[in-house]
């Protein structure tokens, strides 16, 4: 019960300094909505016409009175509207989030498929050739910006194979299952690869932690295949420190893939939060920042829960 209260209380926490902070560092960029959408026009605008659109904005309000505004309608679900898409913050957000949501279900798959095979592999022989090609590997995804490997993929599968699936308007899952899928294929191996780098190192080290332990020798003595071995009670042991990685970068994923998402021209939630800040919509921009931290926690809460699944000593404390 005291486990449960200190979460809720640390969430709570959490979300309300996401909340000032956000609000804070909006207000300090320079300009304001008025000279976002209005450009070089706004300095033609009279006094009263300027004082009618900061009205109009709510920007005429101190900003103790915008901040608790702004909060308390997001308690009661209203996140806010957009002035330049003219939609609900509400209706924009249930429309990315969800795209954001299956890019990240993918790239954790490609990263999970990459770094978990790679990680084993190389703890299976340390410094060795295959211990070398992982950490190569493992190299290679932390040092390759997103950016450059998102670039040079699409221009070389576009000029050399004709493949931009990209190019056309995006298709939900639910549209078009194979165009979508077709979409969501190269940005989820650029941040699948990013992703792997750390989660093969973790699983690297974890297993070479288990693989030390006394019960490991004595399976082996009694005649367990090595395969079983592997992949029942060395992996099977070395699952917590995996799960904490992949959530982590999960969590990562659902605001900080905004850079692949830009150049894919993937309608995601980090791309809704790109444009917020281009046009100055602090309702959008303060909105789906907070809904990402939600979903961040979320997620760790998610963590929590499969710790005690997989590891019982957990599940006892």
């Known amino acids: 019960?005291?486990?449960?209260?200190?979460?809720?209380?640390?969430?709570?926490?959490?979300?309300?300094?996401?909340?000032?902070?956000?609000?804070?560092?909006l207000r300090a960029i320079p300009g304001s909505q008025i000279t976002a959408g209005l450009g070089t026009e706004a300095a033609a605008l009279t006094p009263a016409q300027r004082q009618a659109l900061e009205q109009y904005y709510g920007l005429d309000q101190p900003l103790f009175t915008q901040f608790f505004s702004w909060?308390?309608?997001?308690?009661?679900?209203?996140?806010?509207?957009?002035?330049?898409?003219?939609?609900?913050?509400?209706?924009?957000?249930?429309?990315?989030?969800?795209?954001?949501?299956?890019?990240?279900?993918?790239?954790?798959?490609?990263?999970?498929?990459?770094?978990?095979?790679?990680?084993?592999?190389?703890?299976?022989?340390?410094?060795?050739?295959?211990?070398?090609?992982?950490?190569?590997?493992s190299l290679a995804g932390l040092s390759v910006p997103a950016f450059l490997l998102a670039t040079t993929l699409l221009s070389v599968f576009a000029a050399s194979f004709g493949f931009n699936p990209n190019g056309q308007g995006f298709a939900t899952l639910f549209e078009d299952p194979l165009l979508n899928?077709?979409?969501?294929?190269?940005?989820?191996?650029?941040?699948?690869?990013?992703?792997?780098?750390?989660?093969?190192?973790?699983?690297?080290?974890?297993?070479?932690?288990?693989?030390?332990?006394d019960f490991v020798r004595t399976a082996r003595a009694k005649g367990?295949?090595?395969?079983?071995?592997?992949?029942?009670?060395?992996?099977?042991?070395?699952?917590?420190?995996?799960?904490?990685?992949?959530?982590?970068?999960?969590?990562?994923l659902l605001g900080g893939a905004v850079v692949v998402e830009q150049i894919f021209s993937v309608p995601g939630i980090g791309r809704q939060v790109l444009l917020g800040i281009q046009q100055k919509e602090y309702a959008v921009v303060q909105s789906t920042v907070l809904v990402i931290a939600l979903a961040f926690v979320l997620v760790n809460l998610l963590t929590d829960v499969l710790y005690r699944i997989i590891d019982p000593r957990v599940r006892a404390s």
């Open 1 to 25: 019960m005291r486990r449960t209260r200190n979460r809720v209380i640390s969430t709570v926490g959490t979300l309300f300094g996401v909340a000032v902070l956000v609000f804070v560092m």
């Open 71 to 137: 909060l308390g309608n997001m308690v009661t679900g209203n996140l806010g509207y957009s002035a330049r898409q003219q939609q609900s913050v509400l209706d924009l957000t249930l429309h990315s989030l969800p795209v954001t949501v299956e890019l990240a279900v993918l790239s954790i798959v490609l990263a999970l498929l990459i770094g978990v095979p790679l990680g084993m592999l190389a703890a299976s022989r340390t410094n060795s050739p295959r211990d070398a090609l992982g950490q190569l590997v």
């Open 181 to 213: 899928l077709e979409q969501m294929l190269l940005p989820a191996l650029v941040l699948g690869f990013g992703i792997a780098a750390p989660i093969l190192r973790t699983t690297r080290t974890a297993v070479l932690e288990v693989r030390s332990n």
């Open 224 to 252: 367990v295949p090595e395969r079983r071995l592997q992949v029942k009670h060395v992996l099977g042991n070395a699952l917590v420190p995996i799960v904490t990685m992949t959530g982590l970068q999960f969590g990562y």
